[in-house]
């Protein structure tokens, strides 16, 4: 047994000695141990395009390169849900062009780099889950104009124009919202079947990714409101500036 510490001991140098060689070899930061699991793939993506680089290839032929590469990590079934998630979003940055060429196709990747992606990525994710949400309750499907409405919608429930028109300059969020839908269904810009479910889920995901928007959380918020319907003398006025609004070149 005295003999087997020291033994012991000199096998655990010798594989932290390789260890400490392959990621000097492959120009691994050992940072990437105690990184989510994202940050270590995708270093194993930006070494493989970092020798491309170095080598002369052209920043195209390693985007399609890296896309090509079988990688050992993708190859093993996932065990855990943080695994497929990590996959998931490790499969997302090798689809985008962009992506690739801004944060990996280059000769470094930071940590920072590695959270500005993450950032970058839930944003443009943030803005196609609005972008359908909201494709899905306009009657109109023209591209210019669903981005000349949402951006009508942002700025109504951001600056509350509506409260300049009427005597109560403390409009309550949930009236504000609510009255922006009826005047939104009666000018038909939205389907006349769209719920209030429907509508308060479009206007979570734009606020999503505009945070200053003042928004209400469930319908229940706008079903309080009792005293706004298509009728009310709020919605007929907030229908007036919507149309004008729209109707601006």
């Not at 000695?17 to 930006?46: C, N």
């Not at 470094?108 to 994710?125: G, N």
């Not at 899905?136 to 109504?156: D, N």
């Amino acid at each position: 047994m005295p003999g087997l510490v020291p033994f012991m001991a000199c096998l655990l140098a010798l594989v932290v000695y390789d260890i400490i060689k392959i990621f000097i070899q492959r120009g691994w930061s050992f940072g990437v141990l105690f990184r989510p699991a994202e940050y270590y793939y995708l270093s194993i993506l930006h070494g493989r395009a970092k020798e491309m680089l170095l080598s002369g290839t052209d920043k195209e032929d390693i985007v399609r390169s890296l896309r090509q590469e079988k990688y050992p990590f993708m190859m093993v079934p996932p065990k855990d849900e943080k695994t497929v998630m990590a996959l998931s979003f490790v499969e997302r940055v090798l689809a985008d062009d962009d992506a690739l060429k801004q944060y990996l196709v280059k000769y470094d990747f930071s940590y920072d780099d590695f959270k500005d992606l993450q950032k970058a990525m839930e944003s443009e994710e943030g803005t196609r889950r609005a972008n359908y949400l909201w494709d899905e309750i306009l009657t109109g499907k023209g591209k210019e104009q669903a981005e000349k409405i949402r951006g009508l919608v942002v700025h109504w429930m951001t600056e509350k124009p509506i409260a300049e028109y009427l005597p109560d300059d403390n409009l309550p969020d949930g009236k504000n919202e609510k009255i922006l839908m009826l005047a939104l269904k009666n000018l038909s810009v939205l389907h006349a079947e769209t719920s209030q479910v429907d509508f308060v889920e479009a206007v979570l995901a734009l606020a999503a990714i505009n945070p200053g928007m003042r928004v209400v959380k469930t319908k229940g918020n706008l079903s309080y409101y009792r005293d706004i319907h298509n009728g009310s003398q709020e919605v007929k006025q907030a229908e007036g500036i919507i149309g004008k609004l729209l109707n601006k070149s």
